[in-house]
Antibody
Framework: EVQLVESGGGLIQPGGSLRLSCAVSGISIGGNFMSWVRQAPGKGLEYVSIMYTGGTTYYADSVEGRFTISRDNSQNTLYLQMNGLRADDTAIYYCARGPNADSWGQGTLVTVSS | SALAQPASVSGSPGQSVTISCTGTSSDVGGYNYVSWYQQHPGKAPKLMIY???KRPSGVSNRFSGSKSGNTASLTISGLQADDEADYYCSSVTSSSSLKVFGGGTKLTVL
């Protein structure tokens, strides 16, 4: 069974940084397409960043240059480094597996506020 | 930009409902890569349909997907109380390396 567990969210001031983690079990993240998807309070879903098995990464225009997706295959963990956080980055951040996002974590809440 | 979904739909137990997802020839109409997700309040999304019509293992066959032109549809037959949730469509798009989501549809079971 695939399990994804996000952590690292919290309350952060505008301009600050956070690193989210997604610990994965049941599969090898190095052999899987992985993504980060966020959901602002009361709003819809938005892809934030994706990573192909080969390591190629892509970002939403809204986070390009501020967020960095990475992975540690030895720890089987996916990361999202978020810098220059803004109020509109406030959301639940989910990690998901596969191009169809067939497995999701429970999410971690990031609140950007002074 | 986001795919267009109705804000809400409703149906009675046992009935069928259809949720539409309208895009353009650059996304829904141009690729057979539409997915549908169910999200209960406070929970993570769950994949219900992928590649327009395919159901993941474990998803009830009461859920089915289709596409005509630039509009994809999710049909839920034999409505049950537990089907009450938000539903989101998603599609590959030529305008981005990331998939695009619809705005979501709230399904109410009367």
């Amino acid at each position: 069974e695939v399990q994804l567990v996000e952590s690292g969210g919290g309350l952060i001031q505008p301009g600050g940084s956070l690193r989210l983690s997604c610990a994965v079990s049941g599969i090898s993240i190095g052999g899987n397409f992985m993504s980060w998807v966020r959901q602002a309070p009361g709003k819809g879903l938005e892809y934030v960043s994706i990573m192909y098995t080969g390591g190629t990464t892509y970002y939403a225009d809204s986070v390009e240059g501020r967020f960095t997706i990475s992975r540690d295959n030895s720890q089987n963990t996916l990361y999202l480094q978020m810098n220059g956080l803004r109020a509109d980055d406030t959301a639940i951040y989910y990690c998901a597996r596969g191009p169809n996002a067939d497995s999701w974590g429970q999410g971690t809440l990031v609140t950007v506020s002074s | 930009s986001a795919l267009a979904q109705p804000a809400s739909v409703s149906g009675s137990p046992g009935q069928s409902v259809t949720i539409s997802c309208t895009g353009t020839s650059s996304d829904v109409g141009g690729y057979n890569y539409v997915s549908w997700y169910q999200q209960h309040p406070g929970k993570a999304p769950k994949l219900m349909i992928y590649d327009v019509t395919k159901r993941p293992s474990g998803v009830s066959n009461r859920f089915s997907g289709s596409k005509s032109g630039n509009t994809a549809s999710l049909t839920i037959s034999g409505l049950q109380a537990d089907d009450e949730a938000d539903y989101y469509c998603s599609s590959v798009t030529s305008s981005s390396s990331l998939k695009v989501f619809g705005g979501g549809t709230k399904l109410t079971v009367l």
